[in-house]
C-alpha cells in the first residue's frame, strides 16, 4: 500500500500539465447548465448516451467551477456538441442550451417535461436516481437540476466510487491502467446491485477526472446510506496478491467496519483470491469525509503477472462484482441466528449467560423446567426482565415419567 501511493504521487507529477488542461474542460463544462442537464441524465442510465457522458457527481463537480468561453472547446473535443442540440430540442430553447440564466428561467414543469423524457426514453424505473422538481439555485451557488430520491429503507442508496480517472491514471503495470480497471468492476457492482433493488450512483462513469474531496462531498450531499471506492494495489516486487480493505476506525458510529468486514469476506470467498489484510487505519479523504458508512478495497495487484491477468478478464472482474455486491447486501439485510438454552434456570450458569447476552445486546429464547423455576424464580425473573423469550420445555425433568402415556405429558405440561 506505501509503495502505491508513492507510485501514483510520482506519476501523477508527470502528468501536471495535461491534469491541468482536464480541469480547464471540467471546469468549462459546467458553463452550459443544459448540456449539463442532459449528459447528467444520461450518465444516470436515463438516456442511451456515447461517450461523452460523465456521472452526476462528475457534472455538478463541472457545473461549479463554470466557463462559458472554455465550453466550447470541451464540445469539440468530446463531441458533445450533438447532446447540447438534443438537449435544446428536449426543452424547446435554443437559448436555455447556450445560455445558464435562460435554463434558470424555466419553470420546474418544463424542467421536469426533459426529465420525463429521458426517463421514457430510458425505459428505465428509478432504482439507479429519480427527478424531482428542484428548480435551479443562483449562480452563485452550485446548480442542483436534478437530485435522488429521499431515503428509502427499502432501496438504500449505494455510491460507487471507480478510484482514480483522466490524468489521474492510479498504478499500472505492463499497460494496465489501475483507473480503467476500477471502471469495469464499477460498472458491473451497478448491474449487480440493481437488479437486487438498490438504488446506485457511479461517481463517475467515463474516463473524467475528479477530485478525492468532490467524491466525498457528493456522497454526503446525496444522503448515500453507503460508500465503496474501488482501487488495485501495487508493490515493487512481484509476489504480493489478494484483497485488501480499508475503512476508518476513528467513527465507530457509521458502521464502516462492519461494511468492510462483509464486503472483504464476500468477495474473497466469491473470488477465492489471497486474503490481506483488513485495516482500520485508512487515512484517506474518501472514507474519512464520508458521513455514511464507507469503504476502500483493493481488490488486487497489478504488480503481479497472475494477478494482473486475471484482473483485465471480464469474468474475473464480474466475481468481484458479484462478492461486493454480496457483502453490501449482507450490510443491509443481516442474516438472523436464532439462540435458545434449555434445561434452566440454573443459579449459575444461567446467571453467567445472561451476563454475556447483556453485554453484547443479543435476545435469546429460554426453554425452563417448571421444578428448576421453581428454584430459583429471581432467576427466571431476570429472563424476562431482560427482555429474552421464554418456552416451556416441561414442568418436571423425568422423561420415563413424562412420556409414560399421552395423558401423563399433557399433565406435566399443564402443570408446567
Known sequence: MRYERETRSRKN?????????EDCAAAAAGGIAAVF????????????????????????????????TAAAEAQAATGSQAVAAEAQAAVGSQAAATNPAALQALPASEIRKLAEYQLEAAGKNDRSGTWQETGVQSRTEKQTVFQTTESDPEHPLIIVDPGHGGTDEGCYADGVLEKDINLEIAKKLREELVESGYRVILTRETDTYMTKEQRA??????????????????????????????????DPSRDSRRLALLIHEETVKRTGAKERELRGDAGFVVTGWTKMPACLIETGFLSSPEERE???????????????????????????????????PSAENTAAVLDVLKARNIKATFFLVGENVRKNPEVAKRIAAEGHTIGIHCNRHDYEQIYQSTASYLEDFNEA
Open 13 to 21: 507529477g508527470r502528468n501536471t500539465r495535461r491534469r491541468w488542461l
Open 37 to 68: 442537464l442532459f449528459t447528467a441524465m444520461e450518465t444516470m442510465g436515463m438516456f442511451p448516451g456515447g461517450d461523452a457522458a460523465v456521472s452526476p457527481v462528475a457534472a455538478e463537480a463541472q457545473a461549479a467551477a463554470g466557463s462559458q
Open 217 to 250: 462531498e457528493a456522497a454526503n450531499r446525496y444522503g448515500a446510506d453507503a460508500f465503496v471506492s474501488i482501487h488495485q494495489n501495487t508493490y515493487e516486487e512481484e509476489e504480493p496478491t489478494g484483497i485488501e480493505t480499508w475503512y476508518d476506525g476513528t
Open 310 to 344: 486475471k484482473l483485465t478478464q471480464a469474468e474475473y472482474q464480474e466475481k468481484l462484482a458479484e462478492g461486493i455486491a454480496e457483502g453490501i447486501d449482507a450490510f443491509f439485510h443481516p442474516k438472523t441466528m436464532y439462540l435458545t438454552f434449555d434445561d434452566g
